[in-house]
């Protein structure tokens, strides 16, 4: 398997633009996870999904991101309006369900500059 | 509120040094506790502990749980610069879907 697939894996936007980062996570895998990456908070969970549908969204930080997983297969996550302040490394990860399915698998991350 | 805290935050030691990463939690009904490695890219996994007191081992690399104090080690022999990186604990709880409460990271420089 090639693992979790993220894209694009560099972004440079201008504040106000709309950013859309995509996400194919691991075949069979049916959670999904979107993390986002700063030096000065760390590693936060904005949101994930089980079996497509959103279950835990309180760690979107506003109404200018949204997450939308409509199959099995692919992920979104868009911001808009994009402000700089959105800036970081924004990362998928998936796991399955079963008994020793349990480890989130990274992908490689998108790294987001909005100027 | 759930939360997990690592310490030291940062690290230096020389090659060949041994070094003992910490993890403490509060996590409502705990399901498991993970250890990822971070350099300049993507976590990738480590271990995953669910008993108290059984080591996980994988080369020079070993955890343990302990789940009545609530802390893990991660423990590094022989360390060499390739072990410089960002260790990450993070700790999920049954309540929702095994979805991970990180650690800020323990920093880990080793040098030559």
């Known amino acids: 398997d090639a693992g979790v697939i993220q894209s694009p894996r560099h972004e440079v936007t201008e504040m106000g633009q709309e950013v859309t980062l995509r996400c194919k996570p691991i075949?069979?895998?049916?959670?999904l996870f979107w993390y986002r990456q700063t030096m000065m908070r760390g590693l936060e969970l904005l949101i994930y999904?089980?079996?497509?549908?959103?279950?835990?969204d309180s760690g979107m930080p506003e109404d200018r991101f949204s997450a939308k997983m409509p199959n099995a297969s692919f992920s979104t996550l868009k911001i808009q309006p994009s402000e700089p302040r959105d800036s970081a490394v924004y990362f998928c990860?998936?796991?399955?369900?079963?008994?020793?399915?349990?480890?989130?698998?990274f992908g490689p991350g998108t790294r987001l500059l909005v100027l | 509120e759930d939360k997990v805290v690592q310490s030291p935050l940062s690290l230096v030691v020389h090659e060949g040094d041994t070094v003992t990463l910490n993890c403490s939690y509060e996590?409502?009904?705990?399901?498991?506790l993970l250890w990822y490695k971070q350099e300049k890219k993507a976590p990738t996994f480590l271990f995953m502990l669910?008993?108290?007191?059984i080591e996980k081992k994988s080369g020079r690399l070993s955890s343990i749980l302990d789940k009545k104090e609530l802390f893990s080690i991660l423990n590094i022999t022989a360390t060499q610069t390739g072990d410089s990186a960002v260790y990450l604990c993070?700790?999920?709880?049954?309540?929702?879907?095994?979805?991970?409460?990180f650690g800020q990271g323990t920093e880990l420089s080793v040098k030559p």
């Open positions: 999904f089980n079996n497509n549908v959103p279950i835990d």
């Open positions: 669910t008993s108290s007191g």
């Open positions: 993070a700790v999920a709880n049954n309540n929702q879907g095994g979805k991970l409460i």
């Open positions: 996590v409502t009904n705990f399901r498991s």
């Open positions: 990860a998936s796991r399955g369900t079963e008994i020793g399915q349990e480890t989130q698998y």
């Open positions: 075949s069979g895998h049916d959670y």
